[in-house]
T-cell receptor, first 116, second 114 residues
Framework: EADIYQTPRYLVIGTGKKITLECSQTMGHDKMYWYQQDPGMELHLIHYSYGVNSTEKGDLSSESTVSRIRTEHFPLTLESARPSHTSQYLC???????????????FGPGTRLTVL | KNQVEQSPQSLIILEGKNCTLQCNYTVSPFSNLRWYKQDTGRGPVSLTIMTFSENTKSNGRYTATLDADTKQSSLHITASQLSDSASYICVVSDRGSTLGRLYFGRGTQLTVWP
């Protein structure tokens, strides 16, 4: 069982609100990731981090931002939520290294976001 | 273009029956292929992982096969249980970048009926 947590699990919010999705892991992993997943669709990488003070944008353009001040914490923020942001957001982490270590990602339970 | 295609999109089987899910990929260069199980409302959990040199890998009632020449993989589930109802996602890794880019399929939604 992976020790990676996301809060809240479900969030319904109005347009224009600022929201922060929390992600924490207790495995000491350097690498962390945020994915966006719509029903029946593949996961899309929106942000990743190699370690503290490292953040990069992923493949899918996203209006969200992330920060990595502590190894275990990788929050995602939307400054002004819109209905187009409605989706499931999955956080993941992996160990440092190459090959299988890097590719073994442990996922959190996800946050289901609905913007009205 | 690097892609991962899964079939069927959805599948319904009766409890106790076997089933096979398919994954075709065009990812190059190839590093490894992984099958994940994602329960509704949960994050994906890894079932099996195979590198280029491996043809088959088992994890309990789950058996994955890989044909690197034809770029095809399958996941066989034996004696299905109600708890097998989930989305099964095929994920292929390349070694074309330092990130170790992962390519995700859209998944096969499996429903097991009693």
């Amino acid at each position: 069982e992976a020790d990676i947590y996301q809060t809240p699990r479900y969030l319904v919010i109005g347009t224009g609100k600022k929201i922060t999705l929390e992600c924490s892991q207790t495995m000491g992993h350097d690498k962390m990731y945020w994915y966006q997943q719509d029903p029946g669709m593949e996961l899309h990488l929106i942000h990743y981090s190699y370690g503290v003070n490292s953040t990069e944008k992923g493949d899918l353009s996203s209006e969200s931002t992330v920060s990595r001040i502590r190894t275990e914490h990788f929050p995602l923020t939307l400054e002004s939520a819109r209905p187009s942001h409605t989706s499931q957001y999955l956080c993941a982490s992996s160990e440092s290294g190459r090959g299988l270590l890097l590719d073994t990602q442990y996922f959190g339970p996800g946050t289901r976001l609905t913007v009205l | 273009k690097n892609q991962v295609e899964q079939s069927p999109q959805s599948l319904i089987i009766l409890e106790g029956k076997n089933c096979t899910l398919q994954c075709n990929y065009t990812v190059s260069p190839f590093s490894n292929l992984r099958w994940y199980k994602q329960d509704t409302g949960r994050g994906p959990v890894s079932l099996t992982i195979m590198t280029f040199s491996e043809n088959t890998k088992s994890n309990g009632r789950y058996t994955a096969t890989l044909d690197a020449d034809t770029k095809q993989s399958s996941l066989h589930i034996t004696a299905s249980q109600l708890s097998d109802s989930a989305s099964y996602i095929c994920v292929v890794s390349d070694r074309g970048s330092t990130l170790g880019r992962l390519y995700f399929g859209r998944g096969t939604q499996l429903t097991v009926w009693p």
